[in-house]
Every structure is written in C-alpha cells, then in structure tokens.
C-alpha cells in the first residue's frame, strides 16, 4: 500500500522562491496583424549570409554537443576588440551572464533572513556587508533586482537624475534617495560586491559618455558591470574599461542590434581572473551550436549591420520629432527605442488604446516611469502607422 504525501508541495519550496516576484516580460502577440512596439526587437532580418549558415548547419551536426567554450566565436569575437579569447566569456543571452556575475561575485546573505517581511520592502541596508549586495542605478533593466532576490543577496537601487543622467562621483557620495517603491534611503555603496550599470540606459533610452562611467569605475572597489545591450545604436561606447580595469565586466548580446534574439547569445569582455571564474560555475555547453554559428556569421557581414544601424536611427529621428509635434514629451534616445510622456490621457490608456488598433507597446508599473511609454523602433512603416494612430486618439 503506497502511504500517502500530506505534506504540501508549497512547502517544499524554499521560503525565499515562494515569495520571488519574477522578472516581467513584454507582451508576446497572440493576434495576428499587431505592429509589435514592446519587446525591442530588431525590425530588420539577419544577413542573408547568417541565414545561409545556419540553414547549412542544419544536418548531421544536431546530434552531437556544441563546442563546449564557443572557442570559435571568442577568437572572432576577441579579434574585433582586440583582445585575446581569454577576456571573452559567451552565454545563453546576455542575461544568463548577468545571473552568473551574481552567483560568482556576491554573497547571499543567511538563507532564512529573507522572509516574506523581507522580500516585500527594502532591507535596512545596515545589515547587509558589501560582499552581500548587487547595486544599481533605478529606473534600469527591472532584472537586476529579480538576480538579486534569486541569491539572497541585498539591493541597493540608487536613483538616477531625474533626466535620467547619471550622477557623478562627487553626487553620489552625498546622494540619499529613495527605492523605487519608497522604503529605506539609501545610499551608493562604493564597496559593493556588484554593480549594474545599463549603458546607455533602459528604459530611457539615454547615453551615457565614457568619461563618466571611466570615473565611477575607477570609484568602485566591487566588479562593475557596464551593460552595454543597446550601444551598437550609441555614438560611444566604454568596451575599453573592461581593458584597462581588472574589476570592470562589459557586456553585449547579438539580440538587439544584430537579430538573433531567437538564438539567444550574448558575452562579457572583462579581466581573465573574472571571466575564469564564470567559467567554473556556468553550465556545460551552454551556447547551442547554431547560435554559435549564426553568431560567427554575423560577424562575418558588418556592413549589413551597419546599414540597419543606420535605418533604425533615422527612423527614431524622425518618430521623436513627430510625436513631439503631437505634444508628447520625447526624451533623447541612443537605443533601439525610445521613452515618451503622451499627453491627454495616462501613459497606461495609451497602452490599451494603442492595443485597440493593433499597435503594441511597454509601459511599466514602477513610479518612476509610470507615466511615459517605451516605444520600440520600428520600421518607417510601424513608425508612421503609430504616428497615425497617435493622431487619430489626438483629433478624433
């Protein structure tokens, strides 16, 4: 007779899990015809030479394990910023390194401390050693927080000017602010374990210049990590730093810029000391080989890239100066994207009335940016039909 379970599957969980706020994603279509304006997607296709390499490598090969290192792609990869293979780590998507910086460069603090009181408002600060915290700037990529509750690690969310710019040095020494969702001032911690830096910045779209972040890398005695998701649409970048600062990790994906948000790819340039050690504690083959190939390719055709570059920044040119015309407030974007404040109605109407005539966009809970709109660029096409039905809801 088999005896039975009582106990509740809930409770098997970790107390820590169950009470985890995932991270959100944006709203994946389930209707066809959506101009889809949420996710940052690329609108343009992979070069016809990534095409033709990945088609090509459909055979034989997908029964046997990629290369293990991806060490063909790092020495393409550490041949274009001129480096040697050994600074060069590649994920599952930029992300999974994000979550590999955390487990290797920050303690958690004690497992049953972080009850649900915990989780649900900001921990004093005070108890938490710096080895114990991952920092960052808010508002920024909501999935630094999400790594930090996985670990057990402390959050320090500093915010950023409220233009969005970032605070110098000498601010932050004085700065105290407040979480994103009020709680405990906090204040910058020059020592902390790991810092997120999103570079330029997301949700705003706005640059950041490498004199600046040069500055407070050199501040921070903790790994900083210079997200840099969006730089290809940037007039810099601070790919240098992870060179000249044995602390400091940057990081690109092949998602935003480049189309391959389906294969998932992405990698840190940074010290060997660092990249080795996420070595140790990533999973085995964890770049599938056609990602690694259509990886390769794409580096094989910058000038392709280039072109879309181009397109998609004259298209966010001539969208900011439309609906600026329109009465929205249109803050500067060196990104794929860009954040408006829509006039008339509340950002989160214009989600549902823009939803209503098939045109999707982000718009997110948070105080800090509760009354703008994320606007993914699109093509001239999307871009003029949203400009369109902008000036329907306007004038109608």
């Not at 999973?283 to 094989?300: C, F, H, M, P």
């Not at 392709?304 to 974007?333: C, D, H, M, Q």
């Not at 950002?347 to 045109?359: E, G, M, N, P, T």
């Not at 997110?364 to 039909?385: C, H, W």
Request: charged share 20%; aromatic share 10%; proline share 9%.
């Amino acid at each position: 007779m088999t005896r039975m379970f009582s106990r509740s599957p809930k409770n098997l969980i970790r107390p820590l899990v169950r009470e985890l706020q995932p991270y959100v994603y944006g709203e994946q279509p389930k209707i066809k015809g959506l101009v889809k304006l949420n996710t940052n997607e690329n609108p343009y296709p992979p070069s016809p030479k990534v095409l033709a390499a990945v088609k090509a490598a459909v055979d034989g090969r997908l029964r046997l394990y990629p290369n293990p290192t991806a060490d063909r792609l790092r020495e393409k990869l550490a041949k274009r910023h001129r480096c040697r293979p050994e600074n060069l780590i590649v994920g599952n998507g930029s992300d999974e390194l994000l979550a590999l910086a955390t487990r290797a460069f920050v303690e958690p603090m004690v497992a049953f401390v972080r009850t649900r009181q915990t989780l649900s408002r900001p921990t004093a600060l005070s108890r938490a050693q710096p080895r114990q915290i991952v920092q960052y700037f808010t508002p920024s990529y909501s999935l630094y927080p999400v790594l930090a509750d996985i670990h057990g690690a402390e959050k320090n969310a500093v915010p950023l000017k409220p233009d969005f710019s970032l605070p110098g040095v000498p601010e932050l020494k004085n700065q105290r602010g407040k979480p994103p969702e009020g709680g405990t001032p906090n204040k910058w911690d020059f020592q902390a374990a790991l810092t997120f830096i999103t570079t330029p910045n997301a949700p705003s779209g706005h640059g950041y210049s490498t004199a600046e972040l040069d500055q407070l890398c050199r501040a921070q005695s903790g790994v900083v990590v210079l997200d840099e998701a969006y730089v290809d649409f940037a007039g810099e970048n601070a790919l240098s730093l992870a060179l000249k600062y044995p602390h400091v990790l940057v990081a690109r994906t092949f998602s935003k810029a480049y189309s391959l948000c389906f294969q998932r790819v992405g990698y840190f340039v940074g010290h060997p000391e660092l990249i080795g050690a996420l070595h140790k504690i990533r999973d085995s083959y964890n770049v599938n080989g056609l990602g690694q190939i259509a990886a390769e390719a794409t580096l094989g055709d910058p000038a392709y890239y280039r072109a879309n570059f181009r397109k998609i920044i004259a298209t966010r040119e001539w969208l900011g100066r439309e609906l600026t015309k329109l009465g929205f407030r249109v803050f500067p974007s060196q990104t794929n994207f860009m954040l408006v404040k829509p006039p008339l109605f509340p950002a989160s109407a214009w989600l549902q009335k823009l939803r209503d005539r098939k045109i999707l966009v982000r718009w997110f809970k948070p105080s800090e940016v509760k009354d703008y709109l994320r606007l993914t660029i699109g093509t001239p096409a999307e871009a003029a039909a949203l400009v369109q039905a902008a000036r329907e809801l306007l004038f109608e």
